[in-house]
DNA sequence: CTGTTAGCGCTTTCAA
DNA sequence: TTGAAAGCGCTAACAG
């Protein structure tokens, strides 16, 4: 197929003879300085509209010339495609979500696709994203965030093109992305139970957190298979300081530990400056800490945290994939890909 | 006019009787569910449109029945108003955007307003991202990333509202919001010259990066009135890496400094990081190292960079204002406005 | 290959 | 207050 994407360049004869005051140039305009209908103006955009060489020629030329460029909400009214996807995250800040949306940008933006974000304070407020993104008929949605079951019914009625990232689908099957928690989880105590560690603590996330939940349920679940029960056990809310407080809290009422599972970075980061500093501990001759997501701090000269690192890239390509496989065709059946995290054997572990 | 209704899952009443299969309602199915015209549905949905009161009532009541949302599309095609608004960044990892990122989301929302973001890879294609931006005919532009003056220019003729954040508005005059690069930097090197440190060197950014190349500028200059001349300078990309580089090869090149200013937080990260591993220093009792931003990191236990913190959510409100100032008004001349950063005094620096 | 003709779903005069 | 009618700028049949 020849090319597509006529871009316009710069240079700009700006609203050169609009029929109406200052307004953009339509397909019109380009039509009567082209001589040729308007509809002719509109094939010569489209994908593989058909038209003689010389005209597409001729037409290229009065676009340029007024500066015409198709209106997206008109072709996205009427074509039913507005090559627009709706990206709902629930913490932007949270540390390990600018790399995914970073990501998915550069990702969108190869597919000729357009990013309607939205970024939920608190995970409560997602209905009213989800109406935004009904009302501005985008082609499908991302969604990090927790959706209710009567959410993600609401996209099946629709037959709205839905991919969770990094969140559990609820009762009704939904296709998603995620990193497999249970495995790097499990994968990572494994390590520490091989360099000798039988006294553990856990930093967990929120009570109602899935991931944060799995990941708990999965690093417990594994030293209980290695004998190993009556593990402490604080809860933080993912950010630094809650991973310092959780440390504090843990060295307050146990002493007996000296290996900390974190299920995030930004929390094991804080544990670790709390316990270097607030009981002057050697990380990791006294104390072994590890995180989760791999993020880039995490690799910091003065963490170097032992983690199990998201393949990011991976993930984003796989969501946007399934994403636009279900824009093209609604009824495939819902379907969740896994992927498997990577062990990153940092320095804040003792693992010989 | 048989109304058929399909059966509905309970809780939502989709897709109740669009006209054609599977299709949302529209304005028209909503008017014939409550026997108005379908100007009387649009005007119930308008800001101040004259409906009765019981007529309201009855259409609100259809309009629910048959989950009923305005198309934006349609809205936004014939009111030339999208609530639509482009967010241009360069770079979406760089440490300190995702906070304004997240601030500004945070805000336009509560201005019911949508953002179409754009992420520049390499401060290059901003012209693509334009294009996009006028083909959806956002009601106006936040950006922060480079533009030309032709790229403005546009902006001008086409009379889009436009506010440049922390950029300079090359020759044209353009609306925009940054945080005072030069009081900011003179005033951390005053700190510093303050308490007694007279041996600098720099870590300045990239050569085309305006806010960087000011910020080396207003540190060397203030350095210079005190003085203190020839001081070596090491250019970085921003990234953590070229921070621990540019430290490792100005202590190749000099060993007479003890106070490396660093143009921003993440680099100066980087710095203290190399100092302490590669050569052994104590910081801040060999080195002082400061950083500029004040990003969350910068806060981090292993670090208390000494930095100047932007005031985010002022700027962030300021952007905003200023464009839906410019939305209601096109004709308002240019404005700039410029914040005063707040110096954080953190433990990176010895200041007594 | 090209032009003609319908709309997409909505806002907006303008009469009634 | 209400409804009828005219588009916004475009795509998608359908003839020619």
Redesign the pocket.
Known sequence: MAERKTTVPAGDPIAAAPGRAG??A???DVARHA??????V??C??PNG???P???ERILKAATELG????AL??G???RRTNLVGVIISSLTALHYPEVLAELSHRLTEQDLRMLLFSLDAEGNVDEALDQVWRHSVDGVICAAHLGDAQIEQFAAHRMPLVLYNRPGGRMPATSVACDSVSGQREIVERLLAAGHRRFAVVAGPADSYVGEERRRAALGRLEEAGITDVPVRRGDYGYASGAGALVALMDAHDGFDAVVCVNDLMAIGALDAAREQFGLKIPEDMSIVGFDGSDPASWGSYRLCSVRQPVRRMTQAAIDMLLERVDNPDLPAERRLFSGQLIEGRSARLG
Chains 1, 2 share one sequence.
């Open positions: 307004r953009r339509t397909s019109y001589g040729v209908s308007q509809s002719a509109s094939r955009f489209a058909s038209i003689a010389g005209t597409r015409y460029r198709p209106n008109a072709q009214l009427i074509s």
